[in-house]
């Protein structure tokens, strides 16, 4: 059974603090997962991960979610990609070390969008490296973008082009939120369970991010997995906090902490 994981940007980096990662956390976190992967032979993962404070801020600064055309934004483009590499550099390390096998699959280097949208990337290559009991490690990162010059292509971008192709039967977003609140800012009154019937209702209550984030906050994350599971009737996705340990380890071992994301016959 396949698995996506992604780990928030504000779950690994101190998001208001630039190139700041949160060494601790990334070392629980891997420990949940390796115990989970040991303690579950059938299970096989994909991990996705946000920039957070390293490549937010230049993306901002550039606006290279919107286009990239003068050499100033090409200039950007180069750096947000710098700047994800090397939050993901630290990933892989942390991770290894915790005896994980991961293997980094950049899109900047595999995948192409147009007008913002991922359009290509062949999962082959990933589906080879999980066939080998290997764990895929892909992050948001810069793309070529057939119309734009460039773009941005958030962990939820990819999940959402990899996941049919990859027949993923759960998505786990990993955030320092509880799930979807139903009075955010507040954050009194969680929701436990979002589907096509109940959206409309809860939509207006739905926040961005408290922090820079170029790629959507709240709203574009239950926005594509609510599009994505209506296309995949089996398909879920929870939204969680990874704050609290061990939650990440029971989502895995199929728990469901947050706010739920499926089609109304789950």
Same mark, same amino acid.
């Given at each position: 059974?396949?698995?996506?994981?992604?780990?928030g940007?504000?779950?690994i980096t101190? %998001?208001?603090?630039p190139?700041?990662?949160r060494?601790?956390?990334l070392e629980?976190l891997?420990l949940e997962?390796?115990?989970a992967?040991?303690?579950?032979?059938e299970? &096989?993962?994909?991990i996705g991960?946000?920039?957070?404070?390293?490549g937010?801020?230049? !993306?901002y600064?550039?606006q290279?979610?919107?286009?990239?055309q003068t050499g100033e934004q /090409?200039?950007?483009? &180069?750096?947000?990609w $710098?700047?994800?590499?090397a939050?993901?550099?630290?990933v892989?390390?942390?991770?290894?070390?915790?005896?994980?096998? @991961?293997i980094?699959?950049p899109?900047s280097?595999?995948?192409s969008?147009?007008?913002?949208?991922?359009?290509? /990337?062949?999962?082959r290559?990933?589906?080879?490296a999980?066939?080998?009991?290997?764990?895929?490690?892909?992050n948001g990162? @810069?793309?070529f973008d057939q119309s /734009?010059?460039?773009?941005?292509?958030?962990?939820?971008?990819?999940f959402?082009?990899?996941?049919? !192709?990859?027949? &993923?039967?759960?998505?786990?977003?990993?955030g320092i939120?509880?799930? @979807? /609140?139903?009075?955010?800012?507040?954050?009194?009154r969680l929701?436990p %369970?979002i589907?096509l019937s109940?959206y %409309?209702?809860?939509a207006?209550?739905l926040?961005g991010?408290? &922090?820079?984030d @170029?790629?959507g906050?709240?709203i574009q %994350?239950v926005?594509n997995?609510?599009?994505?599971t209506s296309k995949?009737?089996?398909?879920k996705?929870?939204?969680?906090s990874?704050e609290?340990?061990?939650l990440v380890?029971?989502a895995l071992n199929g728990? $469901?902490?947050?706010t739920?994301?499926?089609n109304?016959n789950?």
């Open positions: 059974m396949l698995f996506f994981l992604k780990l940007g504000s779950l101190e %998001k208001s603090s190139h700041t990662p060494i601790e956390t629980r891997a997962i390796s115990t992967l040991k303690n579950q032979p299970l &096989a993962l994909v991960h946000g920039s957070g404070s390293f937010h801020v230049a !993306a600064k550039y290279t979610r919107m286009g990239v /090409w200039h950007g483009f &180069a750096e947000v $710098q700047e994800a590499r939050l993901n550099q630290i892989v390390e942390i991770f290894s070390r915790a005896g994980l096998p @991961v980094a699959f899109p280097a595999c995948a969008a147009d007008k913002g949208q991922l359009i290509d /990337w062949n999962p290559l990933i589906q080879f999980l066939q080998a009991n290997l764990v895929p490690l892909i990162d @810069v793309a /734009w010059g460039g773009t941005i292509l958030s962990t939820e971008d990819l959402f082009h990899l996941a049919p !192709a990859l027949d &993923a039967r759960c998505i786990l977003l990993a939120e509880a799930g @979807v /609140w139903e009075d955010f800012p507040v954050c009194s929701i %369970k589907t109940n %409309k209702q809860i207006n209550s926040g991010s408290t &922090a820079v @170029v790629t906050g709240m %994350k926005n997995m609510l599009s994505l995949l009737p089996d398909l996705a929870l939204i969680f990874g609290e340990p061990g380890y029971q728990s $469901q902490p947050g739920l994301i499926c109304e789950i």
